[in-house]
């Protein structure tokens, strides 16, 4: 019928947009976004490697200097651990390092410490006829040092064998034993015993210096250490031809011991 409308439904198709089509109608491009999604992520997995080598390289480069801090350490230890050499004076040349007098055929040792009291009296009431004997050359008469009593038995025994540098032992243990002041007393500082190189004539820059600087201790101590090898454990001990004088109180025992000894060779 002319001028009639037809019904909306026989207006022809109808067009529906698709939703994730951009508006670009049918056969356009999706915007799902994967392409994005896509690049971020490549991007997050090249950050997290880049991380990761970053952390293995920075563990790697800790065990190396880990490494290198040990083996210096080790190289230091081992260098330290080293023991110096022990320094003994040119004048101990008797048996086991003692100082001698006389040239006799009977061989007279003394273990003594400049502290000890007892040492003293053997040194005012028998030595002199032991240095009396040497001085015949009826005996060859042999001290040690076997310092025991205290740190300054070992400061006092360093001195005198640094005074044996200047040709005065015999003179620095006369002193010694003649000026006890008491069993670790502190009296025996290094301005003493320096006095008393000076007294016996010994203070040259060279045994002021060992003095000083305790040349002689690495030393000392070992004397010590040999005298408890030979089972010395008091002084005075006193031995004749290694045969020991178990009496010290006088010297009629040693002297008899002496003849005894004299005898049989």
Not at 4 to 32: F, M, Y
Not at 90 to 100: I, L, Q, R, V
Not at 182 to 199: I, K
Not at 205 to 222: G, L, M, R
């Amino acid at each position: 019928m002319a001028g009639s409308i037809r019904p909306a439904k026989d207006q022809g198709p109808t067009v529906t947009l698709n939703k994730t089509s951009g508006g670009k109608g049918p056969g356009g491009k999706g915007t799902d976004a994967k392409k994005p999604v896509n690049q971020s992520r490549a991007r997050l997995q090249a950050q997290q490697r880049k991380q990761r080598n970053r952390k293995i390289m920075i563990g790697v480069l800790g065990v190396v200097v880990v490494a290198i801090v040990v083996v210096v350490i080790f190289a230091v230890t081992k260098g330290s651990s080293k023991k110096a050499p022990v320094v003994a004076p040119a004048a101990a040349n008797g048996p086991g390092g003692s100082f001698t007098t006389g040239t006799g055929p009977v061989l007279v040792e003394q273990y003594g410490d400049f502290q000890c009291p007892h040492c003293e009296e053997w040194f005012k009431t028998v030595e002199p006829t032991v240095q009396n004997l040497a001085s015949q050359n009826k005996i060859t008469f042999a001290f040690h040092n076997f310092p025991f009593i205290g740190d300054e038995s070992f400061t006092m025994a360093n001195a005198a064998a640094c005074a044996s540098d200047a040709g005065k032992f015999w003179q620095m243990h006369d002193y010694l034993y003649n000026h006890q002041a008491g069993e670790n007393s502190g009296f025996w500082t290094t301005d003493q015993l320096q006095a008393a190189l000076e007294t016996v004539g010994a203070n040259t820059p060279a045994t002021e210096a060992c003095v000083k600087n305790h040349k002689y201790s690495a030393w000392v101590k070992q004397q010590a250490s040999d005298a408890a090898k030979r089972q010395v454990t008091a002084t005075p001990t006193v031995f004749v031809n290694n045969q020991l004088v178990t009496d010290n109180s006088t010297a009629a025992p040693l002297v008899a011991a002496v003849n005894a000894a004299a005898a049989k060779q």
